[in-house]
């Protein structure tokens, strides 16, 4: 009786630890097969991957991939690939064909896209997508994006869901920025070189959860010029628990 009874509690343990969603990084690389000396063309992605829990996990692994493919492409549109293998081939395709045009071109084409789990809650899985192109011209483009989901669902959370009031809070979050950032409170907020659309603070597009509090992150060129770079704001969970829905 008392192994039935012992048999049964590992059985219903082992059920929880089975639907309890987890990841596994994947790595996938790409290089171009056109001879190089240096500088040659590749391009790397290291992503976290949802498994366990198929529903959920299908939805966050689909989003992930959506996201990868408006970074890593290049033309007018992303490519129509419907798998990491097929967007880096893609990606060194375009290379390849643009090398073969014009053959007198030396630069070499990069990509570096590396995400990984940042914060995760009873109600909040946090992922963080650092990434690095470069396809020619002056400079590449670097920046972070911030996936937030529901972990129950696997379904993205937009900004404008993370707040009972998202006006209080960014009212909120413009006096703070002005305090770090030294911007008078009786001047504009693009009075000392910032360059918010319509010269009126914004929100980032990414907001990242931390184990401390939230972090406001606005790449180069959405707040400030590029030589300027990122902009950070940092919010204790003690400021912003009264604005949050989730935590």
């Keep these: 009786m008392k192994h039935s009874i012992i048999f049964a509690i590992l059985a219903l343990l082992f059920i929880s630890c089975s639907n309890e969603l987890t990841f596994e990084d994947r790595y996938f690389e790409k290089k171009t097969t056109l001879p190089c000396n240096e500088n040659c063309p590749q391009i790397t992605v290291k992503i976290p991957f949802a498994k366990d829990v198929p529903v959920v996990a299908d939805s966050i692994n689909k989003k992930i991939f959506s996201v990868l493919k408006g ?27 643009v090398q073969k045009d014009f ?14 789990v940042i914060y995760q809650s009873d109600s909040i899985l946090n992922i963080e997508i650092n990434h690095y192109t470069f396809t020619g011209g002056a400079h590449g483009y670097q920046g972070l ?59 980032p597009l990414n907001i990242f959860y931390t184990d401390k509090g939230l972090l406001l992150h606005y790449n180069q060129y959405e707040a400030a010029s590029y030589a300027d770079g990122p902009k950070d704001l940092f919010l204790t969970f003690n400021e912003v628990n009264n604005y949050l829905i989730r935590k």
Excluded: H, V
Aim: no cysteine; charged share 30%; aromatic share 16%.
């Design 103 to 116: 053959p007198e071109d030396t630069f070499g084409w990069e990509g570096k896209i590396e995400g990984r």
């Design 145 to 203: 994006r911030s996936l937030i989901f529901n972990p129950d669902t696997g379904k993205s959370i937009p900004n404008d869901q993370l707040f009972k009031d998202k006006n209080a809070f960014k009212a909120f979050a413009e006096k703070k920025f002005r305090t770090k950032y030294n911007i008078p409170e009786n001047k504009s907020i693009n009075a000392t070189g910032f360059q918010f659309e319509d010269d009126k603070f914004q929100l």
């Design 71 to 97: 970074i890593i492409y290049f033309g007018e549109k992303p490519y129509p690939s419907t798998d990491y293998k097929g967007l880096l081939d893609s990606f060194i395709g375009s290379y390849e064909t």
